[in-house]
């Protein structure tokens, strides 16, 4: 008995929906996408090593030049790049995997390189420190200083001892990296975090100096506490418009909020942007007297404002002066500097009465 119609275009459908299915072939194991998978992420491993390398390396540069915060104060410096041992970072530096704390590399030229110290190795001990998580290098800061620092680390099977020489740098900052496609850098508590997508965005380690001399200048001049200090007031402004108008008066209220968070957010704007010309001001000083390339604060920032406008995110921008008024300024700084003006200067002055934009 033949199949009605019905059901012979059901089968048939049937049939190219399975046929279609059987081309997705040849079938991948499971034990090969397994083994890839490790080797990418020991590739993408080996990309963030190189990356931390070439922030801490440029980080230190502009360290060693900024003005002392306390001259008695001053923090070691040994030129380490380390983290908790993972099975991805073990593959990516070539070693075993085991619990501790290994170095991911030196910093060309520090004192871990010039003491012997190599990518791969376990840090077992630093001074009196014994160390079992990188969070334990914290407490370097409080060894005394202009003393000889004894290490002890693991190279393979061995125990392997060193003798660093650190140097000691004018601020305690440390540089960290996210991974995150948002082209943006902050600063906060002593620490400079940039994104994976800043530093895809960056070009050369004269721009990347030019985005961490202005995140070091926003440390150097306290301005998280500054603006702190501007949003603890205009808290206060908020509970006092709830106490004058009462709960059941909404409409009222509501209006009364309305004024109040555009008060905050005028306020906020303000020492925001304020503070960015004064980073944009003082980061071209730090830039320079680091010996990075100053004509190419111009070129980036003109880079950002037009390249970060044409669907990328632009986080490190959109809460920044316009760039317009930034390009002009900077390029007269520039402009300054070429004509003699002792950058020092700048630093002392009254930033009002730099060249206007």
């Known amino acids: 008995m033949p199949l009605p119609l019905r059901a012979q275009g059901l089968l048939a ?12 072939a040849p079938r991948v194991p499971s034990s090969e996408v397994e083994v890839l998978e490790k080797v990418l992420r020991a590739r993408s491993a080996r990309y963030l090593i190189a990356q931390s390398l070439r922030v801490e390396a440029v980080g230190a540069r502009l360290l060693r030049t900024l003005p002392d915060a306390h001259p008695d104060q001053r923090v070691p410096y040994l030129g380490l790049v380390v983290d908790d041992a993972t099975d991805a970072l073990a593959d990516a530096l070539g070693v075993e995997k085991r619990e501790g704390v290994v170095v991911l590399g030196v910093v060309s030229g520090g004192p871990a390189e010039r003491g012997g110290i190599e990518a791969g190795d376990y840090l077992e001990r630093i001074g009196p420190l014994a160390v079992s998580t990188a969070q334990d290098l914290a407490a370097l800061d409080e060894l005394e ?20 020489e650190p140097e000691y740098l004018p601020w305690n900052v440390a540089f960290k990296i996210v991974q995150d496609d948002v082209v943006n850098a ?21 721009e990347l100096a030019v985005v961490l001399s202005h995140e070091l200048a926003h440390i150097t001049r306290n301005h998280a506490v500054a ?22 008066q909404r409409l009222v209220s509501t209006v009364v909020e309305k004024v109040v968070a555009n008060v905050i957010r005028g306020a906020l704007t303000k020492v925001d942007w304020d503070m960015e010309r004064e980073a944009d001001v003082v980061g071209f000083v730090y830039l320079h007297a680091a010996g990075y390339d100053p004509r190419v604060v111009t ?15 632009y986080t490190f921008i959109s809460d920044h002066p316009p760039s317009s008024e930034r390009l002009i300024r900077l390029q007269r700084l520039l402009e300054a500097l070429w004509a003699g003006v002792p950058p020092q200067s700048i630093l002392v002055g009254d930033l009002n009465e730099l060249p206007p934009p």
Do not use: Q, Y
């Open 13 to 24: 459908l049937a049939a190219v929906v399975l046929s279609a299915c059987a081309t997705t």
């Open 145 to 164: 200083v202009n003393r000889p620092i004894p290490v002890l680390i693991r190279r393979g099977e061995l125990p392997v001892a060193a003798v660093l």
């Open 186 to 206: 902050s600063s906060a508590s002593g620490t400079v975090t940039l994104t994976t997508g800043m530093l895809r965005f960056l070009r050369s380690d004269d």
């Open 227 to 248: 603006k702190l200090g501007l949003a603890l007031p205009t808290t206060v402004l908020s509970v006092i418009a709830a106490i004058v108008v009462p709960g059941s």
């Open 299 to 313: 070129a980036l920032w003109e880079r950002f404002a037009v390249e970060l406008h044409t669907g990328r995110s």
